[in-house]
């Protein structure tokens, strides 16, 4: 069925794809769904996905007959309830069945194929009529344990295709009914018949000698090859898995102050729920009552909880630590933070790196031309005179030995387990694309507020004058400040009530916009803001206090001046507060190579007061944030390539304008949907971990294609020679598919630094 809407405009759509069984299969269907107009189609092997961008009049329908018209099966994935619960439904529900069945063949072929392999390579295990013994044991094998590999091969051959099982098939069917005509119709089948097992192929005199070692022997190996591969491409997303299930299921909803379980599904925007000690927070929201610590290691690896009020945000999936809680729902379903973070993952695991286009293209093509080898080696052994069983022997080495599953899962299988340990640690890679990017990068540009700095005022000095006590200093200007709402203001007032808990009330309350604020507290006139604001009512800031407001406004705070009754009392000294952690954050960078440069609007006293404390030395100062982007552009127009980590709005156009952008998770929405790596935890250390794992992971692709292509370079003509046993080639080729497999695996060893710890012997390019 044709949808009814007939426009141009441009929408994502996913299929899960069942029946692929090498990247060829994949190569195929994307080959066919691009051909229909108006789709854009990329097939994942590892993660059996499809990701299509459709226009037009094109629907699913379309999509889901095309590809089973290529000879495989699609469906949408299976949604519950949206969000951070969605999960697959032909990978989820199959998994387990797949896996049995696999398991189950590849058990039934080892307990069968040993003995014919043992039979075969062992003289003294030769009895009388052990050939015989080895055919009993052999056909089970060739018949039941392969037929996933005959199946896929009658499938594609009724669609005019060949794939990586078209090989295979080929290559156990020859050896096995060679075996049979060696039997019934050669002296292969008289009593005491006996041959020695040789690596290499040794012409001989015809039709004495038997393959069933080969059948068997390759399809114990192709089977146990595939369920390993399998089992630890299902360990490989085992990542994305635990992060859609890390959310809650059900949810405390409170109304008229009675509390009922609800599936978290139904909770909408603007409902309150309680959390209890211990449980998780539903969905997305801000706390209305109660104060707790909340432990967001699940969400963000950060071990340390944070304490949590009134007012303050909390995200969907954390654990309430400490005491209840009733929180506002602020976001549902596909919005919560969670949610973000699975499809962002999501995204990065599905798509493709350049690279991976390469290899996708060598394998569509490579099974047609390993056939052509196969059947120019068969040609040039009989040619050259040498018997037709030494050249049947070479030809069905070749097509074992060649095929190109360790070419399909070089790249995805690294991706699914270096995204899938990004999310772990607070590290979000929003495309394949993105490593590239992370190889090249020599500068990082940080935005100074919220990303050096926390972004947040605080009171960092009181200094009174001669004969004024300074608590007393303190508590009047934080009782007056409680009553603004300017940040500054804020900063003073929580540092008062932080020192002296409960603060007078005021009697008398005025704001001087730009200047300061005026009021009554304890029957004394205060006056609080700028210089200015006293100088207008004839005060005088003592020469020492003049002094110190001087220093500190050079060093880029903020100097407030606190007065009453007609005397200027003291000062209060506020400034954007370096993060702790900056500073091992710019040692980390530079240890990878990259020169940090420090952009920001601020005026340039504040700016090189903070580059000083965290070891930065090129400042960019009192930058507008339309002038941001130049500053990148000047820096890329100097040779570089240049990364930049943000978190406002401000930020976004720098962020799309920067070869790599990196957006605290703790910023702005724009920011985040601008940058290409989004930092869950708001720790500038983090910046590093991105850049580490994604040059490891990158590393770990390079390592996979080169294995990859010089494994198959290197044996094809080994085989083609004669110089490989098909039963080896056989095991070689399921070893070299658990060895990318098992290769990419090791990035789940990958250690965050943004606690300190470095980690032992990491490669750090």
Known sequence: MRSETHNNKERPIELEISGMTCSSCAARIEKNLNRIDGVDASVNYATEKARVVASGDVDVADLIAQVEETGYQAAEPARHGGGAHDHGGLAGEETDHELDELRQRMIGSIVLAIPVILMSMVEAFQFEYWQWASLTLAAPVVVWAAWPFHRA??????????????????????????????LFFGTAGEPGMTHPFEISVSPTDGADNIYLEVAAGVTMFLVAGRYFELSSKRRASSAMRALLEMGASEATLLVDGVESTVPVERLQVGDEFVVRPGEKVATDGEVVSGHSAIDQSMLTGESIP????????????????????????????????????????????????????????????????????????????????????????????????????????????????????????????????????????????????????AGEMDLTAVHSADGTDRDELLKLAGS??????????????????????ELPVPEDFQSIEGKGIQGIVNGHALLVGRASLVEEWSQDVPTELEALRVRSESEGATVVVVSWDGRVRGLLVVSDTVKPTSPEAIAQLRGLGLEPVLLTGDNRAAANKVASLVGIDRVVAEVLPDEKVDVIKELQSEGRTVAMVGDGVNDAPALAQADLGLAMGTGTDVAIETADITLVRGDLRSSADAIRLSRRTLGTIKVNLFWAFAYNVAAIPLAAFGLLNPML??????????????????LRSFRSRAGGTAEPNQKEN
């Not at 640690?425 to 590239?436: A, H, Q, T």
């Not at 080639?729 to 090791?746: D, E, H, P, Q, T």
């Open 306 to 453: 944070v304490e949590v009020g009134p007012a303050d945000g909390v995200t969907g999936a954390t654990v309430n630590a400490g005491g209840r809680l009733v929180v506002r729902a602020t976001r549902v379903g596909a919005e919560t933070q969670l949610a973000r973070m699975a499809r962002m993952v999501e995204d990065a695991q599905s798509g493709k790196a350049p690279v991976q286009r390469l290899a996708d293209r060598i394998s569509g093509v490579f099974v047609p031309i390993v056939i052509g080898i196969a059947v120019a080696t068969l040609g040039a052994w009989l040619g050259a005179g040498f018997p037709a069983e030494a050249a049947f022997t070479a030809a069905v080495a070749v097509l074992i030995i060649a095929c190109p599953c360790a070419l399909g899962l070089a790249t995805p299988t690294a991706l699914l387990v270096g995204t899938g340990r990004g999310a772990r640690i607070g590290v979000l890679i929003k495309g394949p694309e993105i490593l590239e990017s992370t190889r090249r990068v020599d500068t990082i540009v940080l935005d100074k507020t919220g990303t050096v700095t």
């Open 729 to 746: 080639a056989g095991a070689a080729m399921a070893v070299s598919s658990v060895f990318v497999v098992g290769n990419s695996l090791r």
């Open 153 to 182: 091969t009658w499938q594609n051959l009724r669609h005019g295709a060949a794939t990586m099982d078209t090989l295979v098939t080929m290559g156990i069917s020859a050896a096995f009914i060679w075996s049979l005509y060696a």
């Open 480 to 501: 007056l400040e409680s009553f603004s709402e300017h940040p500054i203001a804020r900063a003073v007032a929580d540092a008062a009530s932080e020192e002296f808990g």
